[in-house]
């Protein structure tokens, strides 16, 4: 059995959730219902369907064919592995973790063929996916095969896809308009970000500087002097503008569905909090490493990371529109 190479690197979905056609038209409350802390689980009355562009990319299939071939490779002569959980957890012999691996590879080949996975069948993939991209990725260091590499950041990939689509927080449902699935907590959170946002406006403090590039750079004393007067110009109106902005997000942040317009501002007016936010925190580049758990900075860090998947969530949906 050839093996079909890594994942596909790119942002298109894998699967896309199937909404009843109640779910379309008013909020069910099942997004409110879930716990805010753990979304490990299948998010309550979840159905999810390979998405048209994974069926064009044929990625079931592909999907398949790296568990068969993972399935296959483990008939053969392995070098003996072990692995101990973290802190002093559950220790697994080779024995107990080949037939784990073997066991997730059987359901990931059973449901990959599966138009719609909801229920029992959607948890056994998460699990399935989650086993055996852990025991693989063990696999894969013991034997240094590039294979083997490549068929765990299959089984990843999928539970990060499967997961991605059961939590995403805005559904095209068709005539331009999205359903909006906030946990309740991300709702009391964009209330909380939104009024400090709204406050700083007020204020015109120096983290705002994001906010108003200079309008001819910053490089010569010249330059300065054009970027001052442009702002003298046109602050008070660009100010104006993200303060309507932002009242629009909050008087629709309530709402279970809206339109792309309004969608668009939330993308904006969330993007302008997390400028101010990065200014105030001293990050650079979305890649720089988060401050530890137990520092003074983490609690906004950690807003900050979440509106920019929010953001992130946002433009993903526009542009299925386009």
Do not use: C
């Not at 294979?147 to 499967?162: D, I, P, Y």
């Not at 689509?165 to 308009?177: E, I, L, N, Q, T």
């Not at 991300?186 to 994001?210: K, M």
């Amino acid at each position: 059995m050839t093996t079909p190479g890594g994942p596909p690197d790119t942002d298109e979905p894998w699967f896309v959730p199937v909404l009843a056609l109640d779910d379309t038209q008013h909020g069910d409350g099942s997004e409110d219902d879930a716990d805010d802390s753990d979304v490990s689980e299948v998010a309550p009355g979840t159905t999810l369907a390979w998405s048209s562009w994974a069926g064009e990319e044929q990625v079931p299939r592909r999907l398949a064919a790296a568990a068969g071939a993972l399935a296959l490779r483990l008939t053969e002569a392995l070098p003996e592995l072990s692995h101990q959980n973290p802190g002093g957890g559950e220790r697994f012999e080779h024995a107990q973790l080949i037939a784990v691996l073997a066991n997730a590879l059987g359901v990931v080949v059973e449901l990959a063929d599966d138009r719609q996975l909801a229920g029992d069948d959607l948890a056994r993939l998460l699990g399935a996916t989650h086993d055996g991209a852990v025991i693989a990725a063990i696999v894969a260091e013991a034997t240094d095969e590039s294979a083997v590499t490549q068929q765990s950041a299959w089984l990843r990939r999928t539970g990060e896809e499967v997961h991605r689509a059961m939590w995403r927080r805005f559904h095209p449902v068709g005539d331009s308009r999205f359903r909006v699935r906030l946990r309740r907590g991300e709702r009391a959170l964009l209330r909380r970000v939104l009024a400090e946002q709204h406050q700083r406006l007020s204020e015109d403090g120096p983290s705002l500087a994001p906010l108003y590039p200079p309008g001819y750079g910053d490089g010569d004393d010249a330059s300065a002097a054009r970027s001052v007067e442009f702002s003298s110009l046109t602050k008070v109106d660009l100010t104006a503008t993200r303060s309507s902005a932002l009242e629009r997000v909050q008087a629709s942040l309530e709402d279970r569905e809206i339109d792309a317009e309004t969608l668009a501002v939330w993308m904006r007016t969330l993007n302008d909090v997390r400028l101010v936010m990065a200014a105030e925190l001293d990050i650079t580049d979305d890649e720089q490493a988060p401050p530890a758990p137990w520092s003074a900075t983490f609690p906004a860090w950690r807003t900050y990371a979440v509106l920019g998947n929010l953001v992130h969530e946002a433009v993903l949906a526009l542009r299925t529109q386009l």
